[in-house]
C-alpha cells in the first residue's frame, strides 16, 4: 500500500511542538513540587521523549498498517505492553541519571500515575492516527472510484456517439463514385459534404453542448447527403423558431434519430417518404419531435428492437441522468419520437 | 442478347452499374427496379440471365425477394453489407460487389459470371445459396411468402402452426394460410423454441396458440388450437410439448 497523502513531513513539527508543551508542563510541576530544575527536566525529558518516540513508531505502523474494526481487545493488550515496557525503561533511566533519594522515593510512589497516564497517552495516539489514516483512506479510495467511474463513463459516451453507420458511409462513397462518371461537379459537392459531416463525427467532446442551429446545420449536412443516395424518395421538412435556435443541445444528438428515422421510414415503405423535425421550446425545455412513416404491418416484428434508439436513450442517461428523456409513439401510420432537452439556465 | 436486371434501391447505385455495363455490348439491361417487389414482377416477366442485387432493400431484402423465386436467375450482389456476413454466400453467389467498387473488380465479377454461365449446375448453386442466406438472423422473425402475384410478410408472431405440404410447408395464419418452398426441419431449425414446438413429424404449433389437450384414440393426444383447429400430437411430440407447458 502507498503511504497516505498526509506525510510525516507536515504533522511531525506540530506533534513535537505539542510534546515540548507537554514536556515543559510536566517539569514545572515538578519543581513546583519542589524538585531542582535539573531534575525535572531530566525527568520530564526523559519519560516524554521516549514516549514521543513510541508515539511515532505507532504512528508509522499505523500509516502501512491497521488492525481491522474488530480488533481493538488485540491493540488494548499491545497497549498495555508498550506502557509497561515505557515505564520500566523509564524507571531504569532515571535511577540511574538521578541519585537524590527524595526525588527516587516520589518516582517509585508516582510509578502507577506514570503508567496511567502512558498508556492513556500511546492508547489515545493510537486511535487518533487509526482514525485519521484510515478517514484519508478511505477518501482515496471514493477518489480513485470516482475517478474510475467518470473514465468509464467518458469512454461509453465516446462509443455512443460514435456509432455511425457503416452502411451509411459505404453507400455514400458508392453515389460518389457514381456521380464522378456522370456528374463530376456533384461528386465534388458531395464529397465536401460528406468531409465535413465526418469532421463533426470526430470531434471528440461527447459532453459538448451547441446550439440547435449548428445542430441543425449539421443535421442538414447529413439530410442531404441522404437525398443525393435515395433521391426523390426522401424529403424532409424541419419546423423550429427563431428563439429556440439559441438554445444548447449535446453535439450529434439528432443525427443518430433522424438516421433510426430514415432508415425505418424508407426500408418500411416502397414510396415516397417526408420525415418532419419539429423544435418546440416548452417549459423551460426543448422538445424535438422527429416522425417517419411506417407501416404497422410489416414493422411490428422490428418493434422489439427498441427502433435502435437504446444508445441515444443511454447517453441522455448519462449527460441528464433521467431516464425519460426519449419517448416514442406510434399512431396513424406515423412514428414519432420525442426527446426532450432540459435546459438548466 | 443477354438480359440483365438491376435491383437497388439507390438510383445513383443503379447507374453505376449502368455505366460499367456499357462495354459489355451483348448485354441489355431490360429494367431497372429500386425495390424486391418490383425485382419480382420484372424476373418473372422478362427471365433475365443475370441480376444484380442489392441486399438492404424496402420491405424485403435481396434474399428474401430471392427466396421468392421459382427459377432464380445467375445473382451478383452489389452491397455496402459487411464483408465476413457476404463471405457465407462465396460458394454460392457468382459474385458479390462491396461498394464502393471499381470498373476492375466489376469485370472479375463478369468474368466469373460467364465461366458460370456457360456451366449446367448454375442453378443449384442458387437454390443453396437461398438455403444459406435464410440463415440471416434478420429473417428469424418473419417469413416472406408469395401467393400468385401477392408478396406478403408474415411475422412470426401471426403464424398459428405450420403443416408438411409434399415439398412444402402450409403456414397457417388468421387470414388464411400460405404455402412455402421450405422443409419442416428448417423451420423448427429458425423458429424461436419458446414459442414454437414440433409436435408431430408434420406439424409445428405455436405455444400460445394451444387451448386444450385432448386424449385420442389409445395412447394419442390432440392439441386444440385458439382458432379450433385439431392437431395431432405424436408418441415423441407429447414429452416435448409437455416439458415446454411445464406440466
Not at chain 1, 510541576?29 to 519542589?34: D, N
Not at chain 2, 379450433?228 to 414429452?239: D, E, H, L, M, Q
Request: with cysteine.
Amino acid at each position: 500500500m502507498q503511504a497516505p497523502e498526509l506525510s510525516n513531513r507536515k504533522m511531525i513539527f506540530p506533534i513535537i511542538l505539542l510534546w515540548i508543551a507537554w514536556g515543559t508542563l510536566q517539569a514545572w510541576v515538578l519543581t513546583w513540587s519542589g524538585f531542582l530544575l535539573q531534575t525535572a527536566i531530566i525527568d520530564s525529558a526523559v519519560s516524554n521523549g521516549l514516549l514521543m518516540g513510541i508515539g511515532l513508531t505507532v504512528r508509522n505502523i499505523l500509516r502501512y498498517y491497521r488492525p481491522g474494526r474488530g480488533r481493538f481487545f488485540y491493540m488494548f493488550v499491545w497497549n498495555f505492553c508498550i506502557a509497561a515496557i515505557w515505564i520500566g525503561v523509564v524507571k531504569w533511566a532515571l535511577s540511574q541519571l538521578i541519585t537524590d533519594p527524595t526525588y527516587l522515593a516520589f518516582l517509585y510512589k508516582s510509578l502507577p500515575v506514570r503508567f496511567f497516564i502512558a498508556f492513556l497517552m500511546t492508547g489515545w495516539m493510537a486511535l487518533i492516527n487509526w482514525l485519521l489514516f484510515s478517514f484519508e483512506e478511505n477518501s482515496e479510495n471514493e477518489k480513485r472510484k470516482a475517478d474510475a467511474d467518470k473514465l468509464s463513463k467518458d469512454a461509453e459516451l465516446y462509443k455512443l456517439r460514435q456509432q455511425l453507420h457503416p452502411h451509411f458511409l459505404f453507400n455514400s462513397l458508392n453515389s460518389i463514385s457514381s456521380l464522378t462518371g456522370s456528374r463530376p461537379e456533384e461528386a465534388r459537392h458531395m464529397i465536401q459534404q460528406l468531409a465535413d459531416f465526418l469532421r463533426g463525427t470526430l470531434k471528440n467532446d461527447e459532453k459538448l453542448l451547441v446550439s440547435l442551429e449548428e445542430e441543425l446545420h449539421y443535421l442538414q449536412l447529413y439530410l442531404d447527403i441522404e437525398k443525393v443516395r435515395f433521391g426523390h424518395r426522401l424529403s424532409t421538412e424541419i419546423k423550429y423558431d427563431e428563439l429556440s435556435l439559441k438554445l444548447p443541445v449535446p453535439q450529434m444528438l439528432l443525427q443518430p434519430i433522424v438516421e433510426n428515422a430514415i432508415k425505418f421510414g424508407l426500408y418500411d415503405t416502397t414510396g415516397t417518404v417526408t420525415i418532419t423535425i419539429n423544435v418546440k421550446s416548452e417549459n423551460g425545455q426543448l422538445a424535438i419531435a422527429i416522425q417517419n412513416p411506417f407501416d404497422p404491418q410489416t414493422s411490428q416484428s422490428r418493434q422489439g428492437t427498441g427502433f435502435g434508439l437504446s444508445s441515444i436513450q443511454r447517453r441522455l442517461y448519462l449527460l441528464y441522468a433521467r431516464k425519460d428523456l426519449i419517448e416514442t409513439k406510434a399512431e396513424n401510420n406515423l412514428f414519432t419520437t420525442t426527446v426532450i432537452i432540459p435546459q438548466t439556465a | 442478347m443477354i438480359k440483365a436486371i438491376l435491383i437497388d434501391d439507390e438510383p445513383l447505385a443503379r447507374s453505376i452499374l449502368a455505366e460499367y455495363l456499357q462495354s459489355y455490348t451483348d448485354i441489355s439491361i431490360v429494367q431497372e427496379c429500386s425495390d424486391g417487389f418490383e425485382g419480382v414482377k420484372a424476373i418473372t416477366q422478362h427471365q433475365p440471365d443475370l441480376i444484380f442485387l442489392d441486399v438492404q432493400m424496402p420491405k424485403i431484402n435481396g434474399f428474401e425477394m430471392l427466396e421468392l423465386l421459382d427459377t432464380p436467375p445467375a445473382v451478383i450482389f452489389t452491397t455496402a453489407f459487411d464483408e465476413y456476413a457476404m463471405k457465407a454466400f462465396e460458394a454460392h453467389a457468382v459474385d458479390y460487389l462491396l461498394k464502393p467498387f471499381s470498373k476492375e473488380r466489376f469485370d472479375k465479377a463478369m468474368k466469373k459470371w460467364k465461366e458460370h454461365y456457360e456451366k449446367p449446375d448454375g442453378k443449384e448453386a442458387i437454390q443453396s445459396l437461398i438455403e444459406s442466406a435464410s440463415q440471416q438472423p434478420d429473417q428469424y422473425n418473419r417469413v416472406v411468402v408469395k401467393t400468385g402475384s401477392k408478396i406478403r410478410i408474415i411475422p412470426m408472431h401471426e403464424i398459428q402452426y405450420l403443416e408438411a405440404d409434399d415439398d412444402y410447408v402450409k403456414i397457417h395464419t388468421a387470414d388464411g394460410s400460405h404455402l412455402k418452398k421450405k422443409t419442416m426441419s428448417y423451420f423448427e431449425e429458425v423458429l424461436d423454441k419458446v414459442q414454437f414446438v414440433r409436435v408431430h413429424r408434420s406439424y409445428i404449433i405455436q405455444i400460445q396458440q394451444v387451448t386444450r389437450i385432448e386424449p385420442y384414440e389409445k395412447e394419442g393426444h390432440l392439441a386444440i388450437l385458439k382458432s379450433g383447429a385439431r392437431i395431432p400430437i405424436s408418441k415423441t411430440g407429447y414429452p416435448k410439448l409437455k416439458s415446454i407447458l411445464g406440466i
